[in-house]
C-alpha cells in the first residue's frame, strides 16, 4: 500500500519536473504558432517562404539563454535550485532570469502535492494534476501573450470528458452539458457586451477554457467558477487602475483568474461555502 506521505513527496518532486518542461511549453508554443501563422498566410498569398525554416519546437534547439545564447547544462536546469543557485542570472552574461520560471515550476509541484493529499492513488489525482497542469500553461502564456491556445484548450477538454466516462469529477451528461454552457454562457456575453459598446470585453479562448472546466468539473460548477473569477478579476483590476499600472481601457488576461477558480471548485466545490457561492451565484 502506497504510502501517503510518500506519495505526496513524491508527487510534488513530478511537478516540479512537469513545472520546468510548462516553462518550455510557455517560451515556445506563442513562437511556434506565430511560425505556423506567417508560413499559412504566405500559402495563402500564393508566396513560398524563404529557405528551409530552422527547426523550432517543444524538444530543438536545446535550452539557451535569450540575451547571449549560452547552452543551458543539466545543472543550470534544476527545477527552483539551479535558480537559486544561479541567483536568478545567466552564468555566462548575467542576464537577470525572469522570476516566472521558479514561480511556475513550484506551482507544478503545488498542483501535483495538492492532488496527492486530496485524491490519494488513483484516477482522481491523476486527472487533477492534468488538469491543474494544464490550467498552469495555458494562464501562463494567457498573461505573456494575451493567448489561449487552442493546442491546450481542446485537448484538455477531451481529456476532461475521457476521464468522467466513470464519473471521476461529476456524472458524464453533466460534464457534456457543462462543455457546451461554459462555452456559450461566455460566448453571449461577449456578443452582448460587444453589441452594447462596441468593443471586445474577451477573447474566444476564454470561451474554451470555461467549456473545458465545465467539461471537468460540470454544468452546477460554472456559476461558482464564473463569480469567483469575477470578483478575482475586477478587485485586481481595480487595484491595477488605482496604483497607476493600468487605465481603464487596459485589456487583462481572464484566463487566469477562470483556471484558478476551477481550481478552487474542484478542491472546496463539495464545502458548506462553495454550496453557498454556487446558490448565490446562480440567483444573480
Not at 43 to 52: S, V
Not at 178 to 201: C, D, P, S
Not at 208 to 218: N, P, S, V, Y
Not at 224 to 245: D, E, M, P, Q, Y
Request: hydrophobic share 50%; glycine share 12%; proline share 7%.
Amino acid at each position: 500500500m502506497t504510502n501517503p506521505e510518500v506519495f505526496v513527496v513524491a508527487m510534488s518532486l513530478l511537478g516540479l519536473a512537469v513545472g520546468s518542461f510548462i516553462n518550455v511549453l510557455v517560451s515556445r508554443l506563442p513562437r511556434m504558432m506565430e511560425t505556423a501563422w506567417r508560413v499559412e498566410s504566405l500559402r495563402i498569398l500564393g508566396e513560398a517562404p524563404a529557405g528551409e525554416p530552422e527547426r523550432f519546437d517543444l524538444i530543438r534547439p536545446p535550452s539557451a539563454c535569450p540575451a547571449c545564447g549560452h547552452r543551458i547544462p543539466v545543472l543550470e536546469n534544476i527545477p527552483v535550485v539551479s535558480y537559486l543557485m544561479l541567483r536568478g542570472r545567466c552564468s555566462a552574461c548575467g542576464w537577470r532570469i525572469p522570476a516566472r520560471y521558479p514561480i511556475v515550476e513550484i506551482c507544478g509541484a503545488l498542483v501535483a502535492g495538492a492532488a496527492a493529499m486530496h485524491f490519494g492513488a488513483g484516477a482522481g489525482a491523476a486527472g487533477a494534476c492534468l488538469l491543474g497542469w494544464g490550467l498552469l500553461a495555458a494562464s501562463a502564456i494567457d498573461i505573456e501573450t494575451r493567448l489561449l491556445p487552442d493546442s491546450l484548450t481542446m485537448p484538455l477538454l477531451w481529456l476532461g470528458l475521457a476521464f468522467n466516462l466513470r464519473d471521476t469529477f461529476a456524472p458524464l451528461q453533466d460534464c457534456v452539458i457543462g462543455a457546451m454552457a461554459g462555452y456559450a454562457v461566455l460566448w453571449t456575453i461577449y456578443h452582448g457586451f460587444k453589441l452594447l459598446t462596441g468593443r471586445e470585453g474577451m477573447g474566444y479562448g476564454d470561451f474554451k477554457l470555461l467549456a473545458l472546466l465545465g467539461a471537468w468539473l460540470g454544468w452546477p460548477a460554472l456559476p461558482a467558477i464564473l463569480l469567483l473569477a469575477s470578483l478575482a478579476g475586477a478587485v485586481a483590476g481595480i487595484t491595477l487602475v488605482v496604483r497607476g499600472r493600468a487605465s481603464r481601457d487596459t485589456p487583462l488576461p481572464f484566463g487566469p483568474y477562470l483556471a484558478a477558480a476551477g481550481l478552487v471548485v474542484l478542491y472546496c466545490g463539495d464545502t458548506p461555502a462553495m454550496a453557498w457561492l454556487g446558490y448565490v451565484a446562480g440567483q444573480t
